[in-house]
């Protein structure tokens, strides 16, 4: 079943109702239908078919949602670039998918030459500003207006819908080649587990090209919902948004949490038509969501985790929330249609409680890393996903997040996972952020070393904050050593800490 059919359905049971609001622009059900099917017979026209690989290089915008659904319409592959990546970065994704079309807004234009030079597979380049038309390439809004609207292509559920790049936090990024079942499970999984329904009011402000953002595009769409768009995320602007356009639903990940409930102007917005809030892609702590709860504590919360090989595969319910539950911790029990096991290093089941691989049998895995079959074969054995992600479950099938395993610290022979300790520290009251990341060390192999930004004004010795870890963790999981900075930490484009850089950066301090 093609993700189209949810376009054609909302066409005609809510062809009034409003699917887009981008800035000044809006426009109704009916309106998307016939640009997406328009646009569809465009990019037909020039040559995509079944398989083809379209990439879209442009930051959250109308025209996105609209080419998200008018590449699978027409059987195409969709491929969504990081617009945090360099030219460089982002050329080396299209070489590597072969893309035979790159859809691009303003914000990119300065990358065309190169893509041009490099991406010999690259045969169209397609404009999706409101400006000009550059020189050399085709008008978005020229290809809709000169097309009839086509009807969608058949697809089968096995069939590949799109390739999403890794966010490279571990290493050089892969592109991850989803199947039309991950797509409709994931709609599906929006519907029964994020609070969607007709009503909604959908704020997109995380970044589209990332998979996360799954979780709003496609069961908003499913029920004739309402997409709200900016084109980037800004704490100020997102309230305003909220209060503007009575926003009921968006998703943010645990960074742009942060930065919301920091935000002064908080306690002055009406925020009374905000219901829920999903959150996920990278780890929270349990105090940053208990601030969230207390600033805004008519919203309900949902998390979900994941990964780009399989997401949103657990979910803490918003009942999962109340404190007395003692579940926040935790990232949720498997969602309906995912089972997950704990394993050892031998692959074989743990027992409740035991940290191990967590490892992953759902819908919405996927089928490959595009042209990448060894690094497949290590992390899609016999249908399952070993995640790489260090976890254990409770006797009542809560999954509880430790760490990267390839970012686990060992120190003396004991394991130290990054994540205990970073709730650890940032459980003190001067801490505003920290990283942790494991240095060499001649007698221990690793120590535990941690980056931390303070909150403004306040003030802590390096003697203080591993003492008060001391009161919270064992003692060979404190620090033995804190880098105190002002300047933010390295972000990716999904709001995760590279810790790549980190550890760049501090091999450098030690040369």
Known sequence: MNVAIHVQRASKVAPNTIATIYGDRTRTWSQFHSRVGRFAAGLKDVGVKA???VAILS???????????AIPWVGGVVVPMNTRWSVEENLYALKDCGADVLLVSDEFLSYVDAFKQEATDLKHIVYLGDG???QGMMSYEGMIDSSEPMLPERRLESDPIGIFYTGGTTGFPKGVLLPVRAFNFQAQLG???GGIDEQTRALHVAPMFHVADLVLTLPVTAVAATHIIVPWFDPESMLQQIEQHRVTHTMVVPTMLKMMVDTPSIDNRNLDSLYRILYGASSITESLINDAMRKMPGITFTQAYGQSEASAVTVLSPEDHRPEREKLRSAGKPAPGVDITIVDENRQPVAFGITGEIVINAPNRMLCYWNKPEQTGEVLVDGLIYSGDAGYMDSEGYVYIQDRIKDMIITGGE?????EVENAMVAHEAV??????????EKWGENVHAIVILHEGETVTQEALIEHCRSLIAGYKCPRSIDFRTEPLP???AGKVLKTELRKLYQV???
């Open 132 to 134: 000009d038309l550059p």
């Open 415 to 419: 394991n130290v996972f990054c994540a």
């Open 51 to 53: 398989g083809s690989r």
């Open 432 to 441: 505003k952020e920290c990283a942790v990341i494991g240095v060499a060390d």
């Open 491 to 493: 972000l990716s484009a």
């Open 59 to 69: 930051l959250n915008s109308d025209k996105y949602l609209e080419c998200f659904y």
């Open 509 to 511: 301090k030690q040369a």
């Open 191 to 193: 519907l029964s587990q």
